[in-house]
């Protein structure tokens, strides 16, 4: 009965009524070798389905080096407009396998990769959904506006217990 309880209340409500999982859309989304994670926000009053992504960079940087797309780090990377056109694509195949308002319709590329040393992740790999969410607000509240960009401002821990912040400015991508 419990396990049957959880599935519940992961279902998202989307704004026709219909629920849906957002891991099953995740999961879907991981099926692009281009994609290493991915976190699927909907629900909570939200107008429709979007994701924040994370990009697989060995993978991704091997295809932007066949097309000659110069980069220098992970945020570089994932920012480049070739990078974000690309992605889509791949979020558009994904999406014409499901039905329409359980669809992606925007979505961010992170500008790091989700840690667990940062509480992101569990030691398993497992996305902590609440805590991403609150986290990464900034970029949910960029998927909900009109901005084509929104500028977020990160912690990042580094392994000898050092932080720092970074600010970047991340491209929000419209999906057909």
Same mark, same amino acid.
Not at 121 to 139: F, I, S
Not at 143 to 163: M, N, Q
């Given at each position: 009965?419990?396990?049957? &309880?959880? &599935?519940?209340?992961?279902?998202? @409500?989307?704004?026709? *009524?219909? !629920?849906?999982?957002?891991?099953?859309?995740?999961?879907?989304?991981?099926?692009?070798?281009?994609?290493?994670?991915?976190?699927?926000? #909907? *629900?909570?009053?939200?107008?429709?389905?979007?994701?924040?992504?994370?990009?697989?960079?060995?993978?991704?940087?091997?295809?932007?080096?066949? %097309?000659?797309?110069?980069? +220098?780090?992970?945020?570089?990377?994932?920012?480049?407009?070739?990078?974000?056109?690309?992605?889509? @694509?791949?979020? =558009? @195949?994904?999406?014409?396998?499901?039905?329409?308002? #359980?669809?992606? %319709? $925007?979505?961010?590329? +992170?500008?790091?990769?989700?840690?667990?040393? =940062?509480? =992101?992740?569990? $030691?398993? $790999?497992?996305?902590? !959904?609440?805590?991403? =969410? %609150?986290?990464? #607000?900034?970029?949910?509240?960029?998927?909900?506006?009109?901005?084509?960009?929104?500028?977020?401002?990160?912690?990042?821990?580094?392994?000898?217990?050092?932080?720092?912040?970074? %600010? #970047?400015?991340? $491209?929000?991508?419209?999906?057909?």
């Amino acid at each position: 009965m419990s396990e049957v &309880h959880t &599935h519940i209340k992961e279902l998202a @409500k989307l704004p026709d *009524g219909t !629920r849906f999982s957002a891991q099953v859309n995740e999961a879907r989304l991981k099926f692009s070798p281009y994609i290493r994670d991915a976190i699927i926000v #909907a *629900g909570k009053g939200r107008p429709f389905v979007s994701a924040i992504i994370q990009i697989d960079f060995d993978i991704t940087g091997e295809w932007a080096e066949k %097309k000659k797309i110069g980069y +220098t780090t992970f945020a570089d990377l994932s920012q480049k407009a070739q990078v974000c056109d690309f992605l889509r @694509k791949e979020v =558009e @195949k994904m999406n014409e396998n499901i039905p329409s308002s #359980a669809r992606i %319709k $925007r979505f961010v590329l +992170t500008n790091k990769e989700f840690d667990p040393d =940062e509480a =992101e992740l569990t $030691r398993t $790999r497992k996305l902590r !959904r609440e805590y991403v =969410e %609150k986290k990464y #607000a900034g970029y949910i509240d960029a998927l909900y506006s009109d901005k084509e960009t929104c500028e977020v401002e990160s912690d990042v821990k580094y392994r000898d217990g050092r932080v720092s912040k970074i %600010k #970047a400015e991340i $491209r929000v991508v419209d999906v057909e």
